[in-house]
């Protein structure tokens, strides 16, 4: 692959899983520009990810997936040459084999966004998990009047000009459904790629409730 793709992972107190996560990256887009955002980690992971060949992006106080991804899109947007983006998590449950996919989805149907789609039954993802992702699929989908396969999955490939159109203001998780209210009401193209479904002993630092109420704030808010 060529450096016009740029990978951008936000990551919080991953020091357990970025040399591994960041070298398979690297086996997969080759010379393609690898960005970690750490967002106010209290361990090793900036260093890690530097020493791994990562341009480190940092927060001192820990502001939200969200906030990470649009510090990371506003670094991608002064960036020459970068022509697409690719989002994955730092806890090894996107699998960096899978990326692609991503690139043969965009290349056969010239999406503007290709989303990772994780298979549900029949997997290890967690039974609430299951309901949630199939529940807010749901919902994001009756809002958009889209077909969305996966909501919640942070696994996403698109061209450099969605960040240039879309610039988030949630700072949780609930920016990766904020993504795709904007992007559809812009008439983005939306597609989807089917990844593993990777669930383990990964910490998780999603507060369900919490994530719940501002999903629910997210998707009735009317966006310009």
């Not at 996966?150 to 609930?174: A, M, N, P």
């Not at 008439?187 to 593993?196: D, M, N, P, Y």
């Amino acid at each position: 692959m060529n450096n016009s793709i740029a990978v951008l992972i936000p990551a919080f107190n991953a020091d357990e899983t970025a040399a591994e996560l960041l070298h398979r990256v690297r086996l997969a887009v080759g010379d393609g520009l690898l960005v970690v955002v750490d967002d106010g980690s209290m361990d090793r992971t900036s260093e890690i990810a530097r020493d791994n060949g990562a341009v480190v992006l940092r927060h001192e106080r820990n502001r939200g997936k969200g906030a990470a991804l649009q510090t990371g899109f506003d670094f991608l947007k002064k960036r020459a040459g970068i022509e697409f983006v690719l989002t994955m998590d730092s806890d090894l449950q996107h699998l960096p084999e899978d990326i692609p996919k991503f690139l043969l989805v965009q290349s056969t149907t010239n999406a503007d966004i290709v989303i990772g789609w994780r298979q549900r039954t029949g997997t290890r993802m967690p039974v609430h998990r299951r309901i949630s992702n199939g529940m807010t699929s749901a919902l994001v989908g009756l809002r958009t009047g889209r077909k969305i396969k996966d909501s919640q999955c942070g696994f996403r490939f698109f061209r450099r000009s969605v960040i240039e159109r879309i610039r988030l203001e949630s700072t949780g998780y609930e920016a990766e459904t904020e993504f795709l209210l904007k992007a559809a009401r812009l008439g983005l193209t939306i597609e989807f790629a089917s990844v593993e479904t990777v669930y383990g002993a990964e910490k998780s630092y999603m507060t369900h409730w919490a994530t719940t109420v501002n999903f629910i704030k997210v998707l009735f808010r009317n966006y310009p």
